[in-house]
């Protein structure tokens, strides 16, 4: 695949890149089971009926501001590092289908279209790509932590990610051909504005504003489904919650977010998977560019 090879040519950055993104969602990923340590410390403290040590809550601090620092800083970085790495892909992308362009023989609006769309390459690697992995590191993470607290949590976790990778699957097929027509169209563009004729514009962005509302109508059918398997699992946990009197404030406190976090992170799924169904069939087009 074309995009394999465009981040092999630029593997230094873009591992450093990816070095930053695990450090920075590990820390995030630990912050919730040590926020919460934290809080039982502080409780213990301020209770007088439980003896305890004065300075007690001074190191679940330490650990909690350590890792709170460390997943600032490494996205800081991580964030003012990308867009040099990110920008030089793309001038080098653009270069090499112009050039491809001209020897193949493409029309003009064929090689601008191409090389308008291969920003969505570009705009892949920098940003949802590192998604990809936040959202993987934070739903393993998530059903790993909540093993600790209570197995039966993160086993409904695990299950209910079975239907969601069927429905994910099917979603992709689906909205993949949409996308193609989508670009075949795109790549027109260029050439209708030539001729210079108002009622032709108006047809195509019309054909492009429909295959659009059917790729968004798939979209808001996969996040709606999605939404439904998830209340199951808040209905679950809402069940699991009555034997959770042995669990401490704090404990709690880290079940619920790391429960908030692998929702979210689930809810994610059908956004990413747009970019990623696009970005099959443009890879299709520029491979030969490349």
């Known amino acids: 695949m ?3 090879k465009l981040i092999k040519e630029h593997k230094r950055g873009i591992s450093l890149i990816a070095f930053l993104i695990l450090v920075e969602n590990v820390a995030w990923i630990l912050e919730p089971t040590l926020f919460g340590n934290l809080i039982d410390a502080f409780l213990q403290r301020s209770n007088p009926s439980v003896p305890s040590d004065k300075f007690a809550h001074i190191i679940p601090l330490i650990f909690w501001i350590t890792a709170y620092l460390i997943n600032s800083a490494s996205g800081t970085f991580r964030r003012r590092f990308e867009p040099r790495v990110f920008q030089k892909m793309y001038v080098q ?3 090499k289908i112009a050039e491809a362009g001209n020897k193949l023989g493409h029309d003009t609006s064929k090689t601008v279209a191409r090389a308008h769309l291969s920003q969505e390459y570009v705009t892949f ?3 949802r790509i590192p998604e990809i992995a936040e ?3 934070a739903i393993l993470g998530a059903v790993i932590a909540l093993t600790f607290f209570d197995l039966r949590i993160s086993l409904v976790c695990l299950l209910i990610s079975f239907p969601l990778i069927i429905l994910s699957s099917l979603y992709s097929k689906n909205v993949v051909k949409l996308h193609s027509e989508l670009h075949d169209t795109y ?4 050439d209708t504005f030539s001729k210079r004729k108002p009622e032709q514009v108006t047809t195509i962005y019309n054909t492009m504003a429909k295959l659009q509302e ?3 109508t798939w979209g808001a059918a996969n996040f709606g489904i999605m939404r439904f398997v998830l209340l199951i699992i808040f209905l679950f ?3 699991i919650a009555i ?3 042995d669990f401490s404030l704090g404990s709690i406190y880290s079940i619920v977010a790391y429960l908030w976090t692998f929702v979210t992170s689930v809810e994610y799924i059908p956004e990413l998977l747009e970019s990623k169904t696009s970005l099959q069939d443009l890879s299709k087009r520029i491979e030969t560019d490349l």
Not at 187 to 190: A, S
């Open 125 to 127: 690697v920098q940003y």
């Open 187 to 190: 790549e027109t563009i260029y």
């Open 135 to 137: 959202q993987i590191i």
């Open 214 to 216: 059917k790729i968004a």
């Open 93 to 95: 992308l653009v270069t």
């Open 237 to 239: 946990v809402l069940y």
């Open 243 to 245: 034997d959770l009197d």
């Open 2 to 4: 074309a995009l394999f």
